[in-house]
C-alpha cells in the first residue's frame, strides 16, 4: 500500500512530501506539534491533542491553520489511506512561509503537514521488562508547557541516554525532575504514593498523562502532583514514563541503581493494563 503524508491541503505520496525552504519552522522551529496514538484505527485522547494544539499555536501567537474538527478530520482520513491499524499520527503547524526575518510576517498562512507511522504495541518487552532511565541537567527554554518544534536540547538528553543504554534521560532542575526528554516522569513512594510533577510552565502537560492520572483515580491509587527530587526517585518503590508511545512504561533503574527491588512494580503495571484497556476502547473514557 503507497504511503501519504499531508502537506498544506494535499494528500502526496510520503516520499515526494515537501516544504518551502523559507518555511518558518525550518528556520527558526516557529511552530508546535502534536503526536496521536492510533490503536485499532482509532485515534487515541484526539479532543485532548486538539485541545492542546489550539492551546500551544495560542501561546506562539499563530493562527489555526484551519478549525480543530477539520484537522481531526484531516488526521482520520490519513490514517484511513495509509490503512494504519496501530502507531501514531504526527502534526505540524507552523507559523508558514516568509522572507527569513526574526519579527513576525504579516498576513502569513500557517502551514500544516501530517505524517503516520506504524507501531507494533502489542508484546513491547518494555511494558513487561521495564527500562532504565539516566538524569541529566535540563538546559531547555521556560515554557516548557508549549509543544514547540524547538527540541534540539531534548535531542541532546536523549542521544545521552541512548549512549547509556538507556530509555530515557530524566531532566533535572534545581535538584528536582521536571519531566523525561519525551515523556513525564512519575514514582510511586514507599507509602505507595503516585507523584508527578504539575502541570505549569517546567513541564510539558501530557495528554497521556492527564489521562492516567484520571485512571489512577478510579482505580484508587493516591497521588499528588508536586515536584520530586533525583533522591527522591533513587528511593523510589516504583516509578514509571509515559507518553503517547510509551503509555505506561515502568522504569527498573535511574543512573544505574534499581528501582525498589529493580523489577516492575504493581501500580505501574496496574494502570499499564488500565491505559492499554480504554486506549483500545475496551474501556469507557475515563471521568
Given at each position: 500500500m503507497a504511503r501519504y503524508a499531508y502537506v498544506n491541503g494535499r494528500y502526496i505520496p510520503h516520499g515526494d512530501a515537501a516544504v518551502h525552504i523559507e518555511d518558518r519552522g525550518y528556520q527558526f522551529a516557529d511552530g508546535v506539534y502534536e503526536v496521536v496514538t492510533v490503536l485499532n484505527g482509532r485515534l487515541v485522547d484526539e479532543e485532548g491533542h486538539m485541545k492542546r494544539l489550539e492551546r500551544s499555536l495560542k501561546e506562539l501567537r499563530i493562527a489555526m491553520p484551519t478549525s480543530a474538527q477539520i484537522i481531526s478530520m484531516i488526521a482520520r482520513e490519513l490514517v484511513a489511506k495509509n490503512g494504519l491499524r496501530n502507531g501514531l499520527v504526527y502534526m505540524q503547524v507552523t507559523r508558514g512561509v516568509a522572507p527569513r526575518n526574526h519579527a513576525f510576517p504579516k498576513d502569513v498562512k500557517p502551514a500544516l503537514v501530517m505524517t503516520t507511522k506504524r507501531i507494533?504495541?502489542?508484546?513491547?518487552?518494555?511494558?513487561?521488562?521495564?527500562?532504565?532511565?539516566?538524569?541529566?541537567?535540563?538546559?531547555?527554554?521556560?515554557?516548557?508547557?508549549?509543544?514547540?518544534?524547538?527540541?534540539?536540547?531534548?535531542?541532546?538528553?536523549?542521544?545521552?541516554?541512548?549512549?547509556?543504554?538507556?530509555?530515557?534521560?530524566?531532566?533535572?532542575?534545581?535538584?528536582?525532575?521536571?519531566?523525561?526528554?519525551?515523556?513525564?516522569?512519575?514514582?510511586?513512594?514507599?507509602?505507595?504514593?503516585?507523584?508527578?510533577?504539575?502541570?505549569?510552565?517546567?513541564?510539558?502537560?501530557?495528554?497521556?498523562?492527564?489521562?492516567?492520572?484520571?485512571?489512577?483515580?478510579?482505580?484508587?491509587?493516591?497521588?499528588?502532583?508536586?515536584?520530586?527530587?533525583?533522591?527522591?526517585?533513587?528511593?523510589?518503590?516504583?516509578?514509571?514514563?509515559?507518553?503517547?508511545?510509551?503509555?505506561?512504561?515502568?522504569?527498573?533503574?535511574?543512573?544505574?541503581?534499581?528501582?525498589?527491588?529493580?523489577?516492575?512494580?504493581?501500580?505501574?503495571?496496574?494502570?499499564?493494563?488500565?491505559?492499554?484497556?480504554?486506549?483500545?476502547?475496551?474501556?469507557?473514557?475515563a471521568a
Open positions: 507494533a504495541f502489542e508484546g513491547q518487552k518494555k511494558f513487561t521488562q521495564g527500562v532504565p532511565v539516566i538524569t541529566v541537567a535540563d538546559i531547555r527554554w521556560r515554557r516548557r508547557d508549549i509543544k514547540t518544534t524547538s527540541l534540539l536540547p531534548n535531542c541532546l538528553a536523549k542521544q545521552a541516554a541512548e549512549e547509556a543504554g538507556a530509555y530515557e534521560a530524566w531532566l533535572v532542575e534545581d535538584g528536582c525532575v521536571t519531566e523525561g526528554s519525551s515523556s513525564n516522569a512519575w514514582i510511586i513512594t514507599k507509602d505507595n504514593v503516585l507523584v508527578t510533577r504539575a502541570p505549569a510552565h517546567e513541564i510539558l502537560n501530557g495528554i497521556t498523562r492527564q489521562t492516567i492520572l484520571k485512571l489512577a483515580a478510579e482505580e484508587g491509587v493516591t497521588f499528588e502532583e508536586r515536584p520530586f527530587t533525583v533522591e527522591e526517585a533513587y528511593n523510589a518503590k516504583e516509578a514509571f514514563v509515559s507518553s503517547a508511545t510509551s503509555f505506561v512504561t515502568p522504569v527498573v533503574s535511574i543512573d544505574g541503581r534499581p528501582v525498589g527491588n529493580g523489577g516492575v512494580g504493581t501500580v505501574a503495571s496496574k494502570l499499564l493494563e488500565a491505559y492499554q484497556d480504554y486506549a483500545a476502547g475496551r474501556r469507557g473514557q
